[in-house]
């Protein structure tokens, strides 16, 4: 079986049915959202030289940039005195987080960094590259990098 006959994902099917119910129920919002999600990922499939399945870890990764994408939207309308679309962007970021996995509040985003920091004994901030090589794969996707970054650089200031 080559990679583009492999079955789609589960998440890739919840999401694809989801469209289908939100367009039948005339739920603009969602469905736009999902089409433009779902885009992303079959754009994502077919990147590169050949077509590939992505897998469960891989679609959450492209519906997290989709986030991110809606975030920063939504600031830049802010700050352009466009209030109408920043909002339309947050609510389109709900839509999507509802697919990804539970955040991880600040106190345990700092609690799993000190954690993994204490095991791989690294401190100073020569170390950082090599801390949030340790640190992401804890972390999963349950944190945007940013706030990783910023937690790892507090554990690994001198003080």
Not at 56 to 78: D, G, I, M, N, P
Not at 79 to 92: I, S, V
Not at 131 to 144: L, N, S, T, Y
């Amino acid at each position: 079986m080559t990679d583009a006959a492999l079955p789609p994902t589960a998440l890739t099917d919840r999401l694809q049915s989801d469209l289908t119910a939100a367009i039948r129920g005339r739920d603009e919002l969602s469905s736009a959202t999902l089409r433009l999600a779902l885009a992303a990922v079959r754009g994502e499939e077919v990147a590169g030289k050949q077509r590939r399945s992505l897998t469960e870890e891989q679609v959450r990764q492209v519906l997290a940039r989709e986030v991110k994408k809606r975030r920063e939207a939504a600031a830049a309308f802010t700050d352009a005195g466009r209030p109408d679309r920043a909002a339309r962007e947050r609510e389109e970021a709900g839509v999507l987080e509802a697919y990804l996995p539970a955040q991880l509040s600040d106190g345990e985003l700092d609690a799993l960094v000190a954690r993994v920091l204490g095991v791989v004994a690294l401190s100073g901030p020569a170390a950082m590259g090599q801390a949030m090589k340790a640190v992401q794969p804890e972390v999963g996707g349950r944190a945007d990098g940013g706030r990783v970054s910023a937690a790892v650089r507090r554990h690994l200031a001198p003080g």
